[in-house]
């Protein structure tokens, strides 16, 4: 049956804090109920030190005191993403659903954090005997998810992707079911993106038909070294121009809000060229994401339609909604 908001109890906790930050009589009562742990990854953000996600570390720590202290240990789902390991692959180009090892993360500090993370999660597993899934996201712009190559398009619309989570949150898993109490006898790491990917030219295509509709212009498509050789000099525009003495003429009101709108823009992506340099424009070949594990633990996930082209439209037209 479908539960009922008289049904829940929402609790406000810090989980960086000793004892998720909870009266002793609340986290006794959790410690004896819970049967179940969705944990969402910290903010996604490029721009931070390693270490601002001290405090998220912390709380995934204090997260396994819970679990390993609990009446019966809960297991513990962690969506987390593919943050650390954009330019790894495998001998077959492709990233596996397993733990991986690596000397140096793809993404520095935030990409750092999740391959900390991960390890954390498998010393947990293994020497803590804590049930725990992991599902690595690609990228999820709001309503959807990002390919992982970009010459094709797995999208998954966030409404559909919340409940392949509880799908595979619920699953036993793929390792061997459990025995008893017995826990997986691996990390389990899933992967849930669009099974039925989609040729990156078609959605392409339709993005520029419908910008075109929308706004009465058509975009210029670019390559992504271009764009990002385009950012570099406007970065560097902007760096040399703030010496400048201050025109008066651009204090008119329609002046500075057209700038300013552009300059946001312009500003973000300049936070994140080194990103964008390292990342997307090496020779790095970027993996496709194995799915085998994920697809035979997820009924939900396997009948997921592949990107419509009214999805697309739809989308696009929040996009430049959210931009205008």
């Known amino acids: 049956m479908p539960m009922t908001w ?29 049967t179940i742990i969705l944990h969402n990854l910290w903010p996604i953000n490029l721009n931070w030190a390693f270490s601002s996600f001290g405090p998220h570390l912390v709380g995934l720590v204090n997260l396994f005191h819970f679990c390993a202290v609990a009446f019966a240990p809960p297991k513990l789902f962690r969506v987390s993403s593919i943050g650390a390991l954009l330019k790894l692959h495998g001998d077959s180009g492709t990233l596996p659903e397993q733990l991986i090892q690596m000397d140096q993360p793809s993404v520095k500090n935030y990409g750092e954090s999740i391959y900390v993370g991960e390890q954390l999660l498998h010393y947990a597993h293994d020497q803590l005997s804590i049930p725990i899934s992991t599902a690595r996201l690609t990228y999820t712009p709001g309503t959807m998810e990002h390919p992982s190559r970009w010459s094709h398009v797995d999208w998954i619309p966030v409404d559909l992707l919340s409940d392949i989570f509880v799908d595979l949150a619920l699953s036993h898993g793929f390792d061997g079911a459990r025995r008893g109490n017995e826990v997986e006898c691996r990390l389990q790491v899933f992967h849930p993106v669009n099974l ?4 990156w030219r078609v959605v392409h295509k339709i993005i520029i038909e419908e910008t075109q509709t929308i706004t009465g212009q058509r975009l210029k498509p670019i390559s992504l070294h271009q764009w990002i050789q385009q950012i570099q000099i406007e970065h560097d525009s902007h760096v040399s121009g703030s010496d400048q003495p201050h025109n008066q003429n651009q204090e008119e009101e329609g002046y500075r809000t057209s700038c300013g709108q552009k300059m946001s823009g312009l500003h973000t992506a300049m936070r ?20 085998e594990k994920s697809a035979k633990s997820s009924a939900i996930l396997r009948s997921d339609p592949a990107v419509q082209n009214e999805w697309i439209r739809k989308w696009v037209r929040e996009w430049v909604e959210a931009s205008s």
């Open 6 to 34: 008289n049904q829940s109890t929402i609790l406000e906790a810090d989980t960086s804090q000793k004892e998720l930050g909870l009266p002793p009589s609340i986290i006794d009562n959790l410690r004896h109920s819970v």
């Open 272 to 291: 994140m060229l080194d990103f964008y340099r390292d990342v997307f424009a090496s020779d790095a070949i970027h993996a496709f994401t194995e799915t």
């Open 196 to 199: 039925h990917s989609v040729d």
